[in-house]
């Protein structure tokens, strides 16, 4: 039977060579496009899908209005997090990111610029899943000047050495503990970093103004 079918159309494929080929252009564009929008699809909807409690998962955006400034945002005053995590009794869970600029890494004599760098509550490993590799998510992240650095920066700055409990020169004056290292993040997250330091640390983060949006992210 399909040879039958194979036979009549090829049969009609000579007879109408040029109407032939342009459908088959036609159809070939048209499921590439599809695999493409498919593809496309699939891959935007699976950002942040890697978190356990993904759909629990809320971030705080801003709308603000003085006059005829409108301004949209997802900055919030720092007091916003605890705040509103001890009114409302829905809310399980709270941690705040900010990111504030890089960092200049000292390895021996060279001096290296890192640019993916999040300071975040120890609360962060609450909230979000982030396979910890080595060190304690409860309290990484909870004495100054403490370090959680991905898979990657382990390798870069040392090697194949287990790297909790070592340190790195900071801006060339601060040293650094490390006490975790995490797996890299994801590629389908809204957000990435290779070095995460305690919020703590930042004097915004302990700004109790309700009108100072200082650049920090909360989720719930």
Partial sequence: MFKNYFKTAWRSFRKNKTFSILNTIGLSIGMACFLLIMLFVLDESSYDRYNVHADLIYRVDEHIKFGDFLYNGAETPAVMGPSFAREFQQIQQYTRLKNNGGLIISKGSDHIREDHVIYADPSLFKVFTMPMI???????????????ITESMAKKYFSNTNPIGK?????????????????????QSHFSFDFLLPVSMLDQSRDNSWFNSTFILTYY
């Avoid at 409860?138 to 100054?144: C, V």
């Fill in 134 to 148: 080595a060190g304690d998510p409860e309290n990484s992240l909870k004495e100054p000047y403490s370090m959680i």
């Fill in 167 to 187: 340190t790195l020169l900071v801006n060339d004056k601060d040293s650094y503990k490390i006490t975790g290292v995490i797996k890299d993040i994801r590629q």
